[in-house]
């Protein structure tokens, strides 16, 4: 519904404007986002944008996991490490990607870096939170059984963490996608950041809305598709 007046609204200001260099109408996209789409441009650029998101993503969950388990766990290390996790927190996008291609180079290792280390220290926080509220009586319960400590990661620290380690993907997930498209816009040869940044030099409104949108569709379909069912499975223990 709402994505409907969304549309209706923009036919309408498109109308009133009548200025298809300022606000083409979605109609007048038609046309450019199939040529595109049959040139295979637009699957290239989508394709290398969705290959940098998945490896940055990876990086950020797996290191941010085993960071934040370790702070919420050990009072000591949380300690030392809280200091840099705060810098690391507020510390802006931009300036870690220009750092990482002055320091590496122009490269995909420099960008899926940037992308990565922006996004570990939030993942850190969300499962450190996690790890602080994991059942102590449990824990006694697994000790008291001799439980493998292999078995008990799997059958009781996971689960407990399980809801925590979804929010941290789904919030990290939404902001990986937009650190990417700057990571291309400012230093790749490809990718939709890097589209946008080419059309925006030659101003055409109509092919930035087309790679913008292609982005924006994807970026919801795997929302859909794939991370609002996994969070919904992982959390489904709590109205059982």
């Not at 963490?161 to 997930?173: D, E, K, Q, T, V």
């Not at 230093?187 to 101003?203: D, T």
Request: aromatic share 12%; hydrophobic share 60%.
């Amino acid at each position: 519904m709402s994505l409907t007046a969304f549309l209706c609204a923009w036919f309408l200001l498109a109308a009133i404007g009548n200025d298809p260099t300022v606000l083409p109408s979605p109609a007048a996209l038609v046309q450019p986002f199939w040529q595109e789409l049959m040139s295979g441009e637009l699957a290239y650029h989508l394709t290398m944008t969705v290959a940098r998101v998945i490896a940055a993503f990876s990086i950020a969950l797996a290191v941010g996991i085993v960071l934040g388990f370790l702070m919420g766990t050990r009072p000591e290390l949380d300690k030392w490490l809280d200091p840099w996790l705060v810098v690391f927190l507020n510390l802006p996008a931009l300036v870690l990607i220009v750092l990482c291609y002055l320091w590496i180079g122009l490269n995909e290792t420099a960008a899926v870096a940037a992308v990565a280390l922006n996004k570990i220290p939030g993942v850190a926080t969300i499962i450190r939170e996690g790890a602080r509220a994991l059942d102590r009586e449990l824990k006694s319960m697994a000790t008291v059984f001799r439980v493998r400590p292999v078995t008990y990661l799997r059958h009781f620290v996971v689960p407990q963490l399980a809801p925590y380690i979804a929010g941290a993907s789904r919030s990290g997930i939404a902001v990986i996608w937009k650190v990417v498209l700057v990571v291309e816009f400012l230093g790749r040869s490809n990718g939709i950041g890097f589209q946008i940044h080419l059309y925006f030099q030659l101003f055409d409104v109509a092919m930035v809305l087309v790679y913008s949108l292609s982005f924006i569709a994807l970026m919801l379909t795997i929302e859909w598709l794939l991370l609002q069912p996994v969070e919904k499975r992982v959390q489904a223990w709590r109205q059982a």
